[in-house]
């Protein structure tokens, strides 16, 4: 959607539109993103239990990773 309002606004209104458009777009996603991390950090940091889960999650997930690249590696 963030696209198809930029395109519209470059084809309709100009370039200059176009880049202020995407400047909202930017900074809205800014918003969104910000405060979404800010409320992870808060949970984190309230909750010992959670950060716990979390970092176990994490090296979890990491190992996945390393296991599927041992996997999935061209042998020499």
Do not use: M
Not at 42 to 51: A, G, H, N, P, R
Not at 54 to 74: E, F, P, S
């Amino acid at each position: 959607p963030d696209f198809a309002i930029v395109l519209k606004q470059s084809v309709q209104q100009g370039r200059a539109n176009a880049l202020w458009t995407s400047f909202g777009v930017g900074l809205g996603i800014l918003v969104h993103v910000s405060y979404c991390l800010l409320g992870v950090a808060l949970l984190l940091s309230q909750s010992e239990t959670v950060f716990t889960a979390v970092k176990h999650l994490a090296a979890l997930y990491l190992a996945y990773l390393g296991v599927q690249a041992l996997r999935y590696a061209k042998p020499n």
